[in-house]
């Protein structure tokens, strides 16, 4: 069963819809990309996966959003266990006003984790992606001793695990807002993976980096979907045909076309994706 | 030169003279003070008048130590008051209200800033001072109601707008992403703004602090209406006090033939002056950092 499964969804802004019609599913462990042209709907569509447009004004949502089979929109759905569930990159990286340190702890601290819940959540996470694997240089001694303090190692493993521990192992107290920003997205990745979410929502992670951050974050990505379902929102065609498995594509707020990326890209079915890809269209 | 750049430069010229001019009148009036207050400081020790209880100015004894503790127990009475009720406002009306209800609120806030001093001293001494008469007697205190009480509260109201004004425009400027990215990682609202939100505006809201603190400590009319005005360092909140705003407004320009009286008022008007300044410029440099980010 497809962790995401749209049907029907509708979303305005007052009296403007934004998206109408979306019907699709969502695979797993993959990552989808959904493309399309500036303003037609791909970072609300994302939005409404984890329910932060309930932070603009007069947003209206109809039809169904399913994860994991409950629907979201549902009055009673448990929307801190949702967020929790799906983890989300925003555009721009913004570091929590503390250390590097305490913005990875945050998630864990904020949903009052107890040290075994802690333990079991990396043991169980090191099954699908060792902590070794994550140290092209060997490890150091000193993660070692360092798993009793389940925090600490807490925080290398989840650093590790976004590429950025070797960057910041000497300055774990720094405040976050030191690092550049290209770190401070994959602090931001690092911190939403420590919350154990299933499924990372990303709005056009890279387009605030530097190439060679674009490029460590779009790495982390692949590494990545082996055991989460990974769904980013982007506008460089390019970037959707390096990662992209699955496609997803919008043009004025409705949704043209979706399909395998392979497929989508070599024999596009619908005349806008068409135009879209081969450039006539932007 | 063609006339039109002449008028260029005219133009841009007067408007710098039109500055400076606006600028240094604060430090003309604080050069015309010092001036006046130099005849007092020649005889007496500034020490020695900050800390002295004797107020005889007839006798030639000026101790400022009374009205110096009215001011700052009026002015403390004032922000325990205001400033958890307008703090409270501001986070409800920037996180949680409706932007109607949020609009609807600045425009009453504004109003509220604009109400003329005396106003809210005649509603002081219309509602005010009754009700502190009923509480001190209620709790086996008597007094006339014409207390340090009174005039906190009474301050509380009148420093509420800028604390409220000034703290919102502080976290409407926390950009969305901060609340979005406590609120993805799935803390609750109040979560995301007491690690987050709060945090990030912490430096502006106290420059709000610090700016409603200032004007309620140079307040005049209005305290001067409802506080008593007795020269005696007030022992409950339910005695009368005596600041130093009121009294300036009181006495200047009355019995000015006593010696050193005149000099000894406009000391006290420059030290009203400088703690003003003080703590308008702390909030002001605090908040140009808030900007600044």
């Known amino acids: 069963m497809p962790h995401i499964s749209l049907s029907n969804l509708m979303v305005a802004y007052g009296n403007q819809k934004v998206l109408q019609n979306i019907t699709v599913d969502i695979p797993n462990n993959q990552i989808t990309a959904i493309i399309g042209p500036s303003g037609c709907g791909k970072t609300t569509l994302l939005k409404t996966l984890n329910r932060l447009v309930d932070l603009y004004d007069e947003i209206r949502v109809e039809g169904e959003v399913r994860i994991d089979g409950a629907d979201i929109y549902d009055p009673k759905a448990d929307l801190l266990n949702l967020r929790k569930k799906v983890g989300f990159l925003s555009q721009k990286p913004y570091p929590l006003p503390m250390s590097i340190h305490d913005n990875i702890t945050f998630g864990p601290r904020i949903h009052r984790m107890n040290r075994k819940e802690l333990l079991d959540q990396i043991q169980e996470l090191e099954k699908h992606i060792p902590i070794d694997s994550l140290c092209p240089n060997g490890r150091q001694e000193e993660t070692r001793h360092s798993k009793t303090h389940e925090m600490a190692y807490l925080v290398e493993y989840y ?86 498995d699955y496609v997803i594509f919008l043009y004025l707020g409705e949704l043209v076309e979706h399909g395998p990326a392979e497929q989508f890209f070599s024999s596009p079915r619908d005349e806008r994706t068409r135009a879209y890809i081969s450039g006539e269209i932007s | 030169m063609h006339w039109r750049q002449i008028k260029d430069r005219l133009s841009a010229k007067s408007m710098i003279l039109a500055v400076a001019f606006a600028n240094s009148l604060v430090l003309l009036v604080g050069l015309g003070l010092l001036i006046k207050s130099i005849p007092i400081l020649e005889k007496k020790s500034l020490f020695h008048l900050l800390l002295s209880s004797n107020w005889h100015p007839l006798r030639g004894e000026f101790g400022f130590y009374p009205f110096i503790v009215g001011t700052l127990e009026v002015t403390a009475i004032a922000m325990i008051l205001a400033v958890p009720v307008c703090l409270l406002s501001a986070i409800y009306l920037s996180e949680y209200a409706h932007h109607r209800l949020r609009e609807i609120a600045r425009i009453t806030v504004d109003i509220m800033a604009a109400i003329p001093s005396v106003i809210y001293g005649l509603w002081g001494v219309i509602v005010v001072v009754p009700f502190v008469c009923l509480l001190g ?157």
Do not use: C
Request: net charge positive.
């Open chain 1, 159 to 244: 650093l590790r695990l976004a590429g950025l521990w070797e960057e910041v192992r000497e300055r774990l107290h720094a405040p976050a807002a030191q690092l550049s920003i290209g770190q401070q997205q994959r602090l931001a990745l690092a911190r939403a993976l420590a919350v154990e979410p299933e499924v990372i929502l990303a709005d056009e992670p890279t387009s605030a980096l530097d190439p060679i951050s674009a490029q460590l974050i779009e790495k982390q990505f692949k590494t990545l979907k082996n055991h989460y379902t990974i769904v980013v929102v982007t506008h460089i065609l390019r970037q959707a045909r390096r990662i992209a």
């Open chain 2, 137 to 293: 007697k209620w709790l086996n205190t008597p007094t006339t109601g014409y207390s340090l009480l009174a005039g906190g509260i009474i301050l509380a109201i009148m420093a509420s707008p800028i604390i409220i004004s000034v703290s919102l425009e502080v976290l409407r400027t926390v950009p969305i992403q901060a609340r979005e990215a406590a609120l993805a990682l799935g803390t609750t609202r109040w979560e995301a703004i007491k690690h987050v939100v709060l945090r990030n505006a912490f430096h502006g809201i106290l420059s709000a602090v610090i700016l409603g603190f200032a004007r309620a400590f140079g307040e005049t009319i209005a305290v001067l209406m409802i506080v008593g005005n007795v020269p005696k360092v007030p022992t409950s909140v339910f005695d009368p006090a005596y600041p130093l705003p009121a009294l300036l407004a009181n006495n200047y320009g009355e019995m000015m033939s006593i010696p050193l009286y005149n000099s000894a008022l406009l000391l006290s008007a420059l030290i009203l002056l400088l703690v003003v300044s003080a703590f308008n410029m702390t909030a002001h440099l605090t908040l140009m950092r808030v900007e600044k980010r």
